[in-house]
């Protein structure tokens, strides 16, 4: 029976389902902002923000909770010490989900996750190549 099942199975394995979203998270707290699909940001979401509660607790529990769900020390490291304290004020809700549209190709809703009161950083631009005309 399915009463009141909260997630979906995104149509993995679970072992396989549990590193693709920790993925999601960790591109998260890499670059503040990401674009996927509507159903893998809702997962995404709900275990970032758990991280960012467990983060904020600062013990070497929270360090070894963390890195037992996202496997990777340098996602945790920035997790500990550049997002988590940035939410110190805040209780829950860190992260905000825009809708952008379908994808082309699939239909598929496309949305932006990003955090809340967290600035991505701003990308270098490529400089413009000036050709020269031809005489």
Known sequence: MRHRLQSSKLGRSPEHRAAAIASLVCALVERKRIETTLAK???ARSL???MVTVGKQ???TARRR???ILRRENCV???LKDIAPQFSNRHGGYTRILK???RRSDSSE???LEWIGIAPPERKKKPEDKKQPKP
């Open 41 to 43: 940001a809702k997962q």
């Open 48 to 50: 970032a923000e758990k």
């Open 58 to 60: 600062g013990t070497l």
């Open 66 to 68: 963390a890195l037992s």
């Open 77 to 79: 490291d920035m997790l």
């Open 100 to 102: 952008l549209g379908k």
């Open 110 to 112: 496309m949305v932006l």
